[in-house]
RNA sequence: GCCCCCGUAGCCAAGUUGGUCACGGCAGCGGACUUUUAAUCCGAAGAUCGUGGGUUCGAAUCCCACCGGGGGCACCA
């Protein structure tokens, strides 16, 4: 056995060899010389002549080796599937027309000492395919795909951010005081300071922080955590854009929303339209804008608003299957009402407009519906992809709003809100209107990848600790 | 947290009205084969049927508990 090599030159990758050379005759030989790397995924051997697919990142290409041109052939007879080789030989078509690289030389980079899955069946078992990803990524074409585009739409989400002049930063993820978003947080303990921390549930009140200090327009692409039941649209950890976009209002952002999600569209899939759960998305621009009150009338049929007698708008709820509780205001009730009877059903694109002040703590007013705010969120496929709003930029209403949520908190409400005392010093600096977005990153890598299940686009997603068995 | 379903060798997978305790394929091992494409052919081998109890003359097959997974509900993004 020879030492595994620290180091290997590689010309060339599998699909580079087929670019290079679409369209040669079936028979001939080249006298390109190309070294490739990667694992062997099968082999077909035939006595005195053998064939493999070897895989990199880039494709699989056929390779051909025989027992006079290959040295220690029976050795190369003798790789287990899912060794990784390097292979270094010319270029060739077979008989039959198959593009091939003839194994010349080739060496062992790193042996499989496990056993590589069924090669036609690959892992059925999802359990094992997310546990073991190093392997699923090898044999499901489609995981690397979905692997590959997600990095894709982070990229083009980066760039069209950048060109439209947003920074990039990273602000905390420890945090003293959880704020940000309506969740309950991971604990953590630092040592030194003697004190609890928080794994961040939203950088958005940082992130608004760095508006008061000039930051105009800033964005960051970040984990955030919740402390929350898993699902197929859940992992407890999970991928955020926020941005921040001074002397803009919510109408600015929803005209960059759309733009932005039709551009990563084009970008990644090349197209505008996608399909999911089998039916036809148009992202294309402008998308619909609605408020909250006239979609609940279009799919419930009935009329409400903050207007509505409370006992009326509680008996609508209850005839909706709404569990209402006694400490529900008519905000939260219309929000209820939305989540059961309408928002699945739109397929969207749409904004959902006006959401009631009480069931959003950090927006603005709406400067012509009092009790309402000038947020939204963009649903797709029946699923909320981003949230935003005018920021609320009132120190000493956001001091109500949070006092507002602290009771909530008091009376049970464990995700409900704390006040956070230097981000109300810090508005009192002074905050010009500026509009925000949260955009889920792996529902929209969802969307445009089609996959039904977080599990799909997330590589590594929470499990129960694997248990010996 | 609740409800339903699932768990057979490294992988895929038969067998579930309880009675040749286990069919077969891939991978691995041995052999044949110089143009294969999930190569093919021959041979040998590999399974405490998730774990632990229980019912029974007898259980992979029935019951209970636990572990793991999936789907749904609840909560959220």
Redesign the pocket.
């Known amino acids: 056995m020879t030492e595994l090599p620290y180091r290997y030159d590689v010309t060339h990758t599998a699909a580079q060899v087929a670019s290079d050379h679409a369209g040669i005759e079936p028979?001939t030989e080249t006298e390109v010389v190309v070294t490739l790397a990667g694992r062997l995924m099968?082999?077909?051997?035939?006595?005195?002549?053998a064939?493999g697919?070897l895989q990199d990142s880039s494709g699989r290409i056929?390779l051909?080796a025989?027992?006079?041109s290959t040295p220690d052939f029976d050795g190369f007879?003798?790789?287990?599937?899912g060794d990784w080789i390097a292979v270094t030989g010319i270029v060739m078509m077979?008989?039959?027309?198959?593009l091939?690289v003839r194994v010349d030389s080739w060496t062992v980079l790193a042996p499989s000492q496990?056993?590589?899955?069924?090669?036609?069946?690959?892992?059925?078992?999802?359990?094992?395919r997310?546990r073991q990803r190093y392997v699923d990524l090898w044999v499901s074409e489609e995981s690397r795909t979905a692997f590959m585009q997600r990095s894709q739409v982070v990229a083009s989400m980066r760039r069209l951010l950048h060109e439209q002049d947003f920074v990039e930063v990273e602000t905390p993820m420890l945090h003293p005081i959880p704020g940000g978003?309506?969740?309950r947080p991971f604990v953590t303990h630092h040592n030194a300071l003697g004190q609890d921390l928080y794994l961040r549930i939203a950088p958005e009140l940082y992130l608004k922080r760095l508006v008061v200090g000039g930051m105009e327009k800033v964005f960051e692409i970040g984990r955030v955590f919740?402390n929350?039941?898993m699902?197929?649209?859940?992992?407890?950890e999970?991928t955020m854009l926020e941005l921040y976009w001074a002397y803009a209002d919510h109408s600015d952002m929803m005209r960059l929303t759309e733009e932005l999600v039709a551009g990563i569209a084009v970008d990644v899939l090349g197209s505008t339209t996608v399909t999911y759960d089998g039916r036809p998305v148009d992202l294309s621009t402008p998308w619909r804008r609605a408020t909250m009150e006239e979609l609940i009338a279009e799919h419930a049929g009935v009329e409400v608003s903050l207007d509505t007698p409370l006992d009326e708008l509680r008996a609508i709820c209850e005839r909706f299957g709404v569990?209402v509780k006694d400490q529900y205001g008519p905000g939260k009730l219309i929000l209820e009402l939305y989540?059961?009877t309408t928002e699945s059903e739109l397929w969207g694109p749409v904004f959902v407009t006006d959401y009631p002040v009480e069931v959003s703590p950090l927006s603005r007013e709406h400067r012509q519906r009092p009790g309402y705010t000038e947020r939204f969120?963009a649903i797709v496929a029946g699923?909320?992809l981003c949230?935003g709003f005018s920021e609320l930029t009132d120190p000493a209403v956001q001091r109500q709003r949070f006092v507002a949520q602290e009771a909530d908190r008091a009376a049970g409400d464990d995700?409900a809100m704390v006040v956070d005392e230097d981000y109300l010093r810090a508005l009192e600096y002074g905050l010009p209107g500026t509009a925000g977005l949260g955009v889920?990153v792996?529902?929209l890598v969802m969307l445009l990848t089609g996959t039904s299940?977080?599990?799909d686009v997330v590589l590594f997603p929470t499990?129960?600790?694997?248990?010996p068995?």
Do not use: C, V
Not at 77 to 81: A, E, W, Y
Not at 114 to 128: E, M, N, Q
């Open positions: 028979g099968l082999r077909r051997d035939q006595g005195k002549l064939f697919s056929q051909f025989t027992a006079k007879t003798h790789l287990s599937i077979t008989r039959r027309g198959e091939s496990r056993p590589f899955p069924d090669k036609w069946h690959g892992i059925s078992d999802p359990d094992t997310y978003a309506l969740a919740r929350e039941g699902s197929s649209r859940h992992n407890p999970f569990e989540e059961k969120e699923r909320e949230n995700e889920g792996d529902r299940t977080i599990r499990l129960k600790p694997e248990q068995n």
